[in-house]
């Protein structure tokens, strides 16, 4: 039996928390982690993909830089165009 898939949990472990950036009483939540190991990133993929599961879903918006990040393999696992 090979390895198992990370899960919710895992992703959650895996953000950081940058204290004060960019300014003081902010907390940063860096993915940078998940977009680096390829498991957690098709996970995290895969679970945004859950959550539109049934709907008819048309295009998948990506709007600033995370967003841009997802949304096109979202899209892709949804069957549907990216914007």
């Known amino acids: 039996m090979g390895p198992c ?5 895992d ?8 204290q004060d950036f960019p300014k003081p009483g902010i907390v940063f939540k ?3 982690p998940i977009l680096a190991d390829p498991a957690l ?5 895969d679970l945004l993909a859950e959550t539109a599961r049934g709907e008819k879903i ?4 990506g709007i600033d830089a ?3 990040i997802y949304a096109a393999p ?4 949804l069957g549907a165009g990216f914007v």
């Open 41 to 45: 990133f098709s996970t995290s993929i």
């Open 11 to 18: 992703l959650r472990a895996a953000i950081r928390d940058v």
């Open 74 to 77: 979202v899209a892709d696992r």
């Open 58 to 61: 048309d295009k998948v918006v």
């Open 30 to 32: 860096d993915i940078t």
């Open 5 to 9: 898939m990370p899960n919710a949990d």
């Open 66 to 68: 995370r967003g841009f």
